[in-house]
């Protein structure tokens, strides 16, 4: 896995969460679903997700 992009656009992060979704998928289905590399994987899903969510709520309050 690669190093965290800094200061995605919204759509940018929406594209990177995919990429990182199927990543996932693809990790989980050769290695199994609680290998080290399975885990790292969900860890950053997760972490992009929130960031996502983040970015998501605060273009809601702009409006």
């Known amino acids: 896995m690669g190093e965290k992009p800094n200061?995605?656009?919204?759509?940018?992060?929406r594209s990177y969460i995919e990429y990182?979704?199927?990543d996932l998928i693809d990790i989980g289905?050769?290695?199994g679903l609680?290998?080290?590399?399975?885990?790292?994987a969900s860890e950053?899903?997760?972490?992009?997700?929130?960031?996502y969510k983040k970015v998501s709520e605060n273009n809601l309050s702009i409006y």
């Open 7 to 13: 200061h995605l656009r919204p759509f940018e992060l």
């Open 20 to 22: 990182l979704r199927e």
């Open 29 to 31: 289905q050769k290695m």
């Open 34 to 40: 609680t290998h080290q590399l399975t885990i790292q």
């Open 44 to 51: 950053k899903l997760d972490y992009f997700l929130n960031e």
